[in-house]
């Protein structure tokens, strides 16, 4: 079943989106050369404290790792598809991007978005990884209206990926959100005909999250239990924004 959300109800998670998008805004001044995804960590966990949030990911139990994430954020250099884990070990070069991931639950609503940036200088390839990733989002943004389907939204993001060369990764997927930080529907970045397709209602909250390698999308998990890879070792976005369909279109709840 995909709750449909009050309008009261819409406004606590439209202040979780808020604060999602202020943590990562904060965030973007700080991912530099020399920067460790730690340093980034430790100023999320404060921001997240210091606003009366509890984080989303940190102790989240995850069936297929079997243990609990340790982390506010998820930091993924690289090939590093998702789920990547904070680290004083890993400092940022120029010529890397990371996808930065982070949740918070405020007043029992949840608020989940991702950004992917470049630091330095990158080729041109990467530049435009990031900006068909982006760009799939915001087509698929825009479908999330009362009376189109699941569909519509997973299949505008699989085609402006794949037509301009690029592979969708399929082994992680978007989601509900609400009073979880993971409700139905599940929302592959393709189209899933062995998935339901729901009509999509006002006061239902996607979080739309493609997540696209330049190289194969065959992905594998690291040692950690945690850490997905593009297998081939080629680079991998991920942006993410959590929609609420209205009777007025999509509205972003994870930007002003
Ligand atoms: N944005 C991801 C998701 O919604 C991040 C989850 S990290 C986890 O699934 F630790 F919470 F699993
Ligand atoms: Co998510």
Redesign the pocket.
């Known amino acids: 079943m995909i709750v449909r959300r009050s309008a009261a109800e819409l406004e606590k998670l439209r202040r979780s989106g808020l604060l999602v998008y202020e943590i990562l805004q904060k965030l973007k001044p700080m991912v530099m050369e020399g920067a460790t995804t730690q340093d980034l960590e430790v100023a999320a966990e404060k921001m997240i404290t210091d606003a009366g949030a509890k984080p989303?990911?940190k102790g989240?139990y995850?069936q297929a790792a079997g243990t609990k994430?340790p982390y506010v954020l998820?930091t993924s250099v690289n090939e590093e598809v998702?789920?990547g884990m904070p680290s004083v070990k890993r400092r940022l070069r120029a010529g890397d991007i990371v996808s930065i991931?982070t949740?918070v639950q405020l007043n029992g609503y949840y608020g989940?978005s991702?950004i992917t940036i470049a630091i330095g200088e990158v080729n041109d390839s990467v530049k435009r990884l990031l900006k068909v990733t982006e760009e799939s989002l915001e087509l698929a943004i825009d479908r999330v209206r009362a009376g189109n389907r699941l569909f519509d939204v997973c299949g505008t993001v699989e085609k402006h990926v794949v037509s301009n060369g690029f592979s969708i990764v399929r082994e992680?997927v978007?989601?509900g959100i609400g009073t979880s930080?993971?409700e139905e529907p599940q929302i592959p970045n393709y189209v899933d005909r062995r998935g339901e397709n729901p009509r999509l209602k006002p006061g239902m909250v996607l979080?739309i999250?493609p997540m696209v390698n330049a190289g194969k999308p065959d992905t594998t998990v690291l040692g950690d239990k945690?850490t997905a890879v593009a297998k081939d070792g080629s680079y991998s976005a991920h942006f993410?924004h959590m929609v609420a369909v209205t009777d007025n279109g999509p509205w972003v709840l994870t930007r002003p």
């Open positions: 989303a990911f989240y995850s994430y998820c998702v789920h991931d949740g989940d991702a992680f978007g989601h930080l993971h979080a999250e945690w993410e």
